[in-house]
């Protein structure tokens, strides 16, 4: 059975020219008033670029021919990213107060001042502050949700449209015919497909698990149905016709009029948001062919070995958020399971769900991608969220301190909007994902806070059915019957198709695309092939699968004060979450910590690492308990970190993680918390210092360079080259530019060791295991190499398994102490002297190289052009917003300081 929440309530020039003509909308100003002051405490955010993601024509025209906002134009599209950026120019540690309040805007439930005032319906009131931020008062629980809606659409509509679109799989049919639009289409077919009535059915389900659990399914789903009319209001009013003044201009350039919305496009959005956020693991076929791969080379045993080193399943090394033990799929590999079903390498295949061999080969980008008028931006699992939080006994204010907040990317509007809502059973201020916004989904309530970060718990197997054919005749890899027991069962099959019209931003000519869908019980086929010469389909299991809106509940009661009034509380709303996600909470006595996820009890019959047969004996036999996952309230060593490592030591990574080994993102900020603990009650100054500087901190370099270097050791033909890298290390191994002169301060070690651990196919990484694994395998390694600045998307260094292969390897080379030590030696096959040859003659190299490529004489004179490490927005519109300086940091961000609490 699943687990149950225990209780719920639930051509643009001439466009804009045109629009022009139109006179402005209408809305209610004002007089300035200053707001109530907090009685609880003061808390911070930011959310760059800003709260208005509108673009009209007549804001284009005052623009004045460019399609890059400034800080004051459109209003309040871009007035945060400056104070988002401003922050790196100062010194971690001498943030001051001053500071926070420049680079920060207060949190609070009523507006410092009151720009705008509008009743978009009786018992509404939308007032918007001098950063446009929405506060939504509503008389009933509906008109809040009302008011969530018509706001939301106002800030983010265009976005929220491409959104629906996009969770449709009806992408190309919106914005245009490109291989990128086609190809997040079947990317979305292949997630999470649902008809229209299926998506819409998820409501009613949603209310009935809330009705059998005591609470008020009807409020719930009324509220869904009040939220979705403010949206088709506030489309309304906004786009009586497509050329009014107050439409957003890229449905001119499209050509498109909105369409309303149902409830079927809530689930798709959110089904969008948690497909890509919200889930870990999925990539056991991947896996099976590594191992098979390594048995080919070393033999079942040596091979099963080199694979449980790499793997870094359960490293009890590995950072983790909570201290506390917490066994979750612990064990090695072990291929011999009987529920374990790896496909034949090189076997027949036959596509599952998709578009058709041909079309998809004519069609299909290299990846998905939503190409809108004007831009190009892509929907990708990708975190930087992070939290550091501290108890009272180590803050100077003896209260608990936090600063944290989730990243989902740099968009141009964010993919979050800000909202601050008031009425019966609704007391919150914060973010949510556009179009979901029901209800705050990370911020703040009446005196508490509460963050997440992404998980990756394992939510997401491989399932694989033996195909038949109901006729009884032989099966093939073309079968579209399954067998479930004894019975051969037809496959849900489903045609999705759409069909494309010519825009000025995508003027291919019309065409239909059928998608075709297959599903059986377990889920979404991806493949059809064999295992063992039997044809069989592969299919991923999602466990939040057909459930896409069960965790409105758990976010109901974040926003709900007569639910969280402790952590206790607030750990129990968590746990109705089905998403995997780390959940942090402050208030003025404790800090805590929650690891959501519906995440499955598996057979011990099967390998969570390895694609496994279906049927009882392997299917998932339950879900894990409240009390097995990672949770902890103020912890004994006074702090929490996050920033998406090892949830709590015991608890394995799913399988598409395997970077839990000794080096992970979260020690640039846990050292530097440590340090500031161990010097004295912490401000939250300082906090803020901490977060700053680990935000520019190269956390790779910082946990692998020494260890090279100690290995090359005194080396006289790399001597200037590893006394350079050396001070860069001390200095923090920073990539900043605080005087915004156009240079990193150690720009020549910046662009060596760049080079160094990554040149084409060559990497000092490759080197160090190449000696055990050899060319072809240290290429094939299913690992990611590297996680740079220079992609333009901020986050960076995370997730890469690659580092801590590095680190661990190398400190057992140098007879360091390590707590669970590979079983083979990698670089230099273990021996120091093998090795220190291979790391010299490799750091030589790379300095002939790059002394020739920039055409310098001494190392001391290599450059790096810091701008290719610029955060580049995505423009998910017509307007984009220009770059900043590259910051290792969340998008929406609270600095949280509570002082008092309602009578507990």
């Given at each position: 059975m699943r687990r149950t929440p225990r209780t719920t309530v639930a051509g643009f020039a001439l466009a804009a020219t045109a629009l022009a003509a139109f006179g402005p909308g209408a809305l209610t100003t004002a007089s300035a008033a200053d707001g109530a002051s907090d009685p609880y405490g003061q808390l911070w955010n930011i959310l760059p670029p800003g709260s208005n993601g509108t673009a009209t024509a007549p804001d284009l025209l005052a623009l004045g021919g460019s399609t890059t906002a400034t800080p004051t134009t459109p209003k309040n599209f871009a007035d945060q990213l400056e104070m988002y950026d401003g922050l790196t120019k100062v010194e971690p540690s001498k943030i001051t107060s001053d500071d926070i309040n420049?680079?920060?805007?207060?949190?609070?439930?009523?507006?410092?001042?009151?720009?705008?005032?509008?009743?978009?319906?009786?018992?509404?009131?939308?007032?918007?502050?001098?950063?446009?931020?929405?506060?939504?008062?509503?008389?009933?629980?509906?008109?809040?949700?009302?008011?969530?809606?018509?706001?939301?659409?106002?800030?983010?509509?265009?976005?929220?449209d491409a959104l629906r679109h996009t969770g449709q799989a009806r992408l190309a049919e919106f914005a245009g015919n490109t291989p990128g639009n086609v190809a997040m289409d079947e990317a979305q077919v292949r997630s999470a497909y649902y008809t229209p009535e299926e998506a819409a059915a998820q409501i009613d389900k949603a209310a009935a698990r809330?009705?059998?659990?005591?609470?008020?399914?009807?409020?719930?789903?009324?509220?869904?149905?009040?939220?979705?009319?403010?949206?088709n209001q506030a489309q309304s009013d906004m786009c009586p016709v497509i050329t009014a003044p107050t439409c957003p201009v890229e449905y001119a350039a499209l050509q498109k009029q909105p369409e309303d919305w149902t409830r079927a496009d809530v689930v798709y959005v959110a089904s969008l948001v948690g497909g890509i956020f919200g889930k870990g693991g999925g990539h056991e076929v991947q896996n099976a062919a590594w191992l098979q791969q390594l048995t080919a080379k070393f033999g079942d045993k040596a091979g099963r070995k080199v694979y449980n080193d790499l793997r870094e399943k359960n490293d009890p090394e590995a950072p983790t958020t909570s201290d506390v033990y917490t066994p979750y799929e612990r064990g090695g590999i072990d291929p011999t399971l009987p529920g374990v079903a790896m496909p034949d390498p090189g076997a027949k295949t036959a596509p599952g769900t998709g578009l058709p061999d041909g079309a998809a080969a004519a069609a299909k980008a290299p990846e998905p991608q939503m190409d809108l008028p004007g831009m190009t931006i892509k929907l990708e699992h990708h975190g930087m969220s992070n939290a550091i939080l501290v108890t009272g006994e180590h803050s100077a204010t003896g209260k608990p301190l936090a600063v944290m907040g989730p990243q989902t990317g740099y968009f141009a509007p964010q993919l979050l909007t800000e909202e601050v809502l008031n009425g019966p059973g609704i007391q919150a201020r914060g973010v949510a994902f556009a179009g979901t916004n029901l209800f705050v989904q990370l911020g703040r309530g009446v005196d508490y806070a509460w963050s997440a970060t992404s998980a990756s718990g394992d939510n997401v197997d491989t399932v694989v059915e033996k195909l038949c054919n109901t006729d009884g005749t032989a099966a093939t890899v073309d079968s579209t019957a399954y067998?479930?027991?004894?019975?051969?069962?037809?496959?849900?099959?489903?045609?999705?198709?759409?069909?494309?019209?010519?825009?000025?931003s995508a003027p291919a000519p019309p065409q239909t695309y059928d998608f075709q869908v297959l599903r059986t019980v377990h889920g979404i086929v991806q493949l059809r092939t064999e295992v063992q010469g039997q044809p069989v389909a592969i299919v991923l299991q999602r466990s939040t699968y057909g459930h896409e809106v069960d965790s409105v509940l758990g976010f109901a009661q974040f926003n709900d004060p007569g639910f969280v009034h402790d952590a206790a509380s607030f750990q129990q709303a968590a746990s109705h979450i089905d998403y995997t996600f780390n959940w942090f909470y402050a208030d003025d006595q404790d800090i805590s910590y929650y690891s959501s996820g519906l995440l499955p009890v598996r057979s011990h019959q099967v390998d969570s690492d390895l694609p496994h047969w279906a049927g009882p004996d392997y299917d998932w036999q339950g879900w894990l308990s409240f009390d097995g996952h990672a949770h902890q309230t103020d912890p004994d060593r006074g702090y929490l970190v996050s920033w998406n490592n090892k949830p709590a030591p015991g608890f394995g990574g799913a399988d598409d993680t395997w970077s839990y080994g000794p080096v992970y993102r979260s020690l640039a900020l846990e050292k530097r918390l440590q340090h500031q603990i161990a010097g004295g009650p912490v401000t939250i100054e300082q906090m803020v210092g901490v977060m700053s500087g680990a935000a520019t901190a190269d956390s790779r370099a910082a946990y692998t360079l020494p260890l090279i270097l100690k290995v090359i050791g005194d080396d006289p033909k790399t001597r200037d080259a590893v006394a350079l890298l050396k001070q860069w290390v001390r200095s923090g191994a920073q990539r900043v530019d605080r005087d915004r002169d156009g240079a990193y301060a150690q720009q020549a070690a910046i662009a060596l060791f760049d080079d160094w651990w990554q040149h084409n196919s060559q990497s000092v990484a490759y080197d160090v295991l190449r000696g055990r694994l050899g060319n072809e395998l240290v290429h094939a390694l299913p690992q990611g190499l590297d996680d740079h600045p220079r992609q333009g998307i901020g986050s960076s260094f995370n997730g890469v398994a690659w580092y801590g292969y590095v680190n661990k390897d190398l400190r057992a080379v140098l007879g360091k102490h390590v707590e669970r030590p590979y079983?083979?030696?990698?670089?230099?096959?273990?021996?120091?002297?093998?090795?220190?040859?291979?790391?010299r003659a490799s750091l030589r190299a790379e300095v002939a190289r790059m002394l020739e490529v920039q055409g310098v004489k001494k190392v001391s004179e290599l450059t790096y052009d810091k701008t290719q490490d610029d955060i580049r927005s995505n423009t998910a519109g017509v307007v984009g917003v220009r770059p900043i300086d590259w910051q290792n940091r969340p998008t929406f961000q609270q600095v949280v300081t509570f002082t008092g609490h309602r009578p507990r």
């Open positions: 420049r680079l920060y805007k207060t949190e609070g439930f009523t507006p410092e001042s009151v720009v705008s005032t509008e009743t978009p319906k009786a018992g509404v009131t939308i007032r918007r502050d001098a950063f446009g931020v929405p506060f939504v008062d509503g008389t009933t629980y509906d008109d809040v949700e009302f008011g969530a809606g018509y706001a939301a659409t106002q800030d983010r509509m265009f976005l929220m809330a009705d059998e659990l005591g609470a008020d399914g009807a409020q719930l789903a009324g509220g869904v149905d009040a939220f979705i009319a403010g949206i067998l479930v027991g004894d019975t051969c069962t037809p496959m849900q099959q489903d045609t999705h198709s759409e069909t494309t019209t010519p825009n000025a079983r083979f030696g990698y670089c230099g096959g273990g021996k120091l002297a093998k090795c220190q040859r291979i790391l």
